[in-house]
């Protein structure tokens, strides 16, 4: 059971990205995505139930969409209007059989 994120890179203010997070092994129920800026403890973004309910941090209420395909083995952020306080590694997380599932991280730097 693994988990694979990918996607991050650098963009301007205001621009967009979508991150990836490919899901192999068995299926999970909930998966999320999480950040840490530099200096600070890993934050929820967002949060995706098996049913597709779907919970977001305040600070990125309105232009994160987090999503999942039907066979979900993959998740997306994608994330529209960024800031620079958005910069941070990414984490895709994923809950399986009792268990808390992480994947690699992918930065994501928002900068001009």
């Known amino acids: 059971v693994q988990l694979q994120a990918f996607g991050g890179g650098l963009v301007q203010p205001g621009g967009f990205l979508r991150l990836s997070c490919a899901a192999s092994?068995?299926?999970?129920?909930?998966m999320a995505w999480y950040r840490q800026a530099p200096g600070e403890q890993r934050e929820l973004v967002a949060v995706i139930s098996g049913g597709g309910s779907t919970h977001y941090a305040d600070s990125v209420k309105g232009r994160f969409t987090i999503s999942r395909d039907s066979a979900k083995t993959m998740m997306y952020l994608q994330m529209n209007s960024l800031k620079p306080g958005d910069t941070a590694i990414y984490y895709c997380w994923g809950f399986y059989s009792g268990y808390d599932y992480w994947g690699q991280g992918t930065l994501v730097t928002v900068s001009s």
């Open positions: 092994g068995s299926p999970f129920s909930s």
